[in-house]
C-alpha cells in the first residue's frame, strides 16, 4: 500500500492550498478504506492531528485549524484532500496523509494497516 500526498507549497499568509492523497495497492488486493487523515509536523515537535474523516462519517479537526481548513474523501478513487484557507504563517510544516484500511489478499485474507504518506511542505510567508 502506499500513500502518495501532493499540494504543498509557497503561500502568502491569508492564501489557500488544497493537499490531495491517493492510496493505492496491489493489483491482485482490494482495499477498504476505514479512515483517513492529515497530520502536520515542524522541526523539534511531534507529529500533530490536523484533520481525519471516517468512511461514512463526519470530519474531525484540531482546534487550530477549525473553520479554516476541510478535509473530504472520495472512497471511488480512494483518495483525501484539505482545503486550506486563510493561512498563516503557524501553518507552516510538512503535511502526512495517514490512512486506516483493510487490504484484502489475492488469498482472501484480510490485513487490517495504518499507512502514512510521505509527507508534503507547505510554507506560509508572512
Not at 40 to 53: C, M, S
Not at 58 to 69: E, I, Q, T, W
Not at 92 to 110: K, R
Request: aromatic share 8%; net charge neutral; glycine share 12%.
Amino acid at each position: 500500500v502506499q500513500l502518495q500526498a501532493s499540494g504543498g507549497g509557497l503561500v502568502q499568509a491569508g492564501g489557500s492550498l488544497r493537499l490531495s492523497c491517493v492510496v493505492s495497492g496491489s493489483p491482485f488486493s482490494t482495499l477498504r478504506i476505514n479512515s483517513m487523515g492529515w497530520y502536520r509536523q515542524t522541526p523539534g515537535k511531534q507529529r500533530e492531528l490536523v484533520a481525519t474523516i471516517a468512511s461514512g462519517g463526519s470530519p474531525n479537526y484540531a482546534d487550530p485549524v477549525k473553520g479554516r481548513f476541510t478535509i473530504s474523501g472520495d472512497n471511488a478513487k480512494k483518495s483525501v484532500y484539505l482545503q486550506m484557507n486563510n493561512l498563516t504563517p503557524e501553518d507552516t510544516a510538512v503535511y502526512y496523509c495517514n490512512a486506516d484500511l483493510l487490504e484484502w489478499q489475492s488469498d482472501g485474507t484480510p490485513v487490517a494497516g495504518n499507512y502514512w504518506g510521505q509527507g508534503t511542505l507547505v510554507t506560509v510567508s508572512s
